[in-house]
């Protein structure tokens, strides 16, 4: 069965820090993988997605995400925090039929 | 455009009460989703409409029921909620695999 395993649901970081929000998936075929941020009071917002092709791919506000397959790995990173960038965060892979398995989430802190 | 639109933002209701949410979205999407969200949790699912016809409905209780009017709308109507039932209610609609997700609707039952 496919499942998603965020590690680590509160991840801190100063302003200007690298951010790593990490993402493991099982699947059995070959999946689609997304990241997703939720602002307070807010829906989700896609910040990226892998279907095929390059393995690294670009999102929005900066975040982007590489795809490997050998470590069934999805991590998420920013070069340079932002205090605006403080929000839920959520890997989820796509199980086909109208299906996302979401992680249980990471909530990042920006520290000034 | 990538958006849908939900109704209300925020509604308060009895657990006598019936009402309505409402999800809207004109990206031309032939799928459309209804999730709950509760506070510190990822969503979960409720139910998925493929081209208007009702394709998975995760055992939700009866007391929640959804309808697709047309192919851009979608609401979910509510009747005898429990107090359990406060949470966040997205709707979303897919391309392919990729959902985009509205703003919610804020349900507090009393």
């Known amino acids: 069965a496919q499942s998603v395993t965020q590690l680590g649901s509160h991840v801190s970081v100063s302003e200007g820090a690298l951010v790593l929000l990490r993402c493991n998936y099982s699947?059995?075929?070959?999946?689609?993988l997304f990241w997703y941020v939720q602002y307070p009071n807010q829906g989700l917002q896609l910040l990226l997605k892998y279907t095929t092709g390059a393995t690294l791919v670009k999102g929005i506000n900066g975040f982007e995400a590489e795809f490997k397959k050998s470590e069934t790995s999805f991590h998420l990173t920013k070069p340079s925090a932002h205090m605006s960038d403080a929000a839920e965060y959520f890997c989820?892979?796509?199980?086909?039929?109208?299906?996302?398995?979401f992680g249980q989430g990471t909530e990042l802190s920006v520290k000034p | 455009d990538t958006e849908v639109t939900q109704t209300p933002k925020h509604l308060v209701m009895g657990m006598t009460n019936k009402k309505s949410l409402k999800c809207e979205q004109h990206?031309?999407?032939?799928?459309m989703y209804w999730y709950k969200q509760k506070a510190k949790k990822p969503p979960e699912l409720m139910f998925v409409y493929s081209y208007e016809k009702l394709s998975i409905n995760e055992s939700v209780p009866s007391r929640f029921s959804p309808e697709c009017p047309n192919s851009s709308l979608l609401n979910l109507h509510l009747h005898a909620l429990q107090p359990e039932d406060s949470a966040l209610y997205l709707c979303a609609s897919s391309v392919g695999e990729t959902q985009y997700f509205g703003p919610g609707t804020r349900l507090l039952v009393l």
């Open positions: 990206m031309g999407h032939r799928a």
């Open positions: 989820a892979v796509s199980v086909g039929g109208g299906k996302l398995i």
């Open positions: 699947s059995s075929v070959p999946p689609y």
